[in-house]
Antibody
Framework: QVQLQESGPGLVKPSETLSLTCTVF?????????WGWIRQPPGKGLEWIGS???????YFNPSLKSRVTMSIDTSKNQFSLKLNSVTAADTAVYYC????????????WGRGALVTVSS | SFELTQPPSVSVSPGQTARITCSAD??????TYWYQQKPGRAPVMVIY???ERPSGIPERFSGSSSGTTVTLTISGVQAEDEADYYC?????????FGGGTKLTVL
């Protein structure tokens, strides 16, 4: 059973860079799937941030593209998210997930990591 | 890109049928997927490719599609089905979620 786990700081200061890592268990990140990040501000809906493939190929949400970097480390079975110049509006639960049939759907999700942007 | 529109809320009594719609504002419409999210939990996919049900999802969950509108139907709603439901679709470069529908079981 594929499992994903997000990790990273829970508090980031405004204007700094949010960094999260997703570790994938019981499944090779070098497989045919894409790997994505989705976020959810408190009390609000889901927003796709971006997806990355084993080759490093990426797709980003156009509204976030200028601030997002994603990378993949097949040796550690991990992929990562960096979001720069954060503001309070970036406060959210950040989920990592496996994407099937990209551009497609997300069939396995991590539990989510709450990141708060505050000084 | 495109937008997906869902009703903010739907309420039904136990045993009744709940229908949650998701309308796209542009063609061509790609496949649509549905997720159930309970408080404090990650979303769980309940329907993929408009009408397919993943293994482990109860048969009372079904999907249908007509034009640019897809519908999630929950037949014989149970108290445990109370949750937020999100539709999602994609094009070549974007993945879009609907705004979500809160299903209340009265």
């Amino acid at each position: 059973q594929v499992q994903l786990q997000e990790s990273g700081p829970g508090l980031v200061k405004p204007s700094e860079t949010l960094s999260l890592t997703c570790t994938v268990f019981s499944h090779s990140i070098s497989s045919i799937y894409y790997w994505g990040w989705i976020r959810q501000p408190p009390g609000k809906g889901l927003e796709w941030i971006g997806s990355v493939y084993r080759t490093g190929s990426t797709y980003f949400n156009p509204s976030l593209k200028s601030r997002v970097t994603m990378s993949i480390d097949t040796s550690k079975n991990q992929f990562s998210l960096k979001l720069n110049s954060v503001t309070a509006a970036d406060t959210a639960v950040y989920y990592c997930a496996r994407e099937v049939s990209a551009p497609g759907y997300f069939d396995h999700w991590g539990r989510g990591a709450l990141v708060t942007v505050s000084s | 890109s495109f937008e997906l529109t869902q009703p903010p809320s739907v309420s039904v009594s136990p045993g009744q049928t709940a229908r949650i719609t998701c309308s796209a504002d542009a063609l061509p419409k790609q496949y649509t997927y549905w997720y159930q999210q309970k408080p404090g939990r990650a979303p769980v996919m309940v329907i993929y490719k408009d009408i397919e049900r993943p293994s482990g999802i109860p048969e009372r969950f079904s999907g249908s599609s007509s034009g640019t509108t897809v519908t999630l139907t929950i037949s014989g709603v149970q108290a445990e089905d109370e949750a937020d439901y999100y539709c999602q679709s994609a094009d070549s470069s974007d993945r879009i979620f609907g705004g979500g529908t809160k299903l209340t079981v009265l």
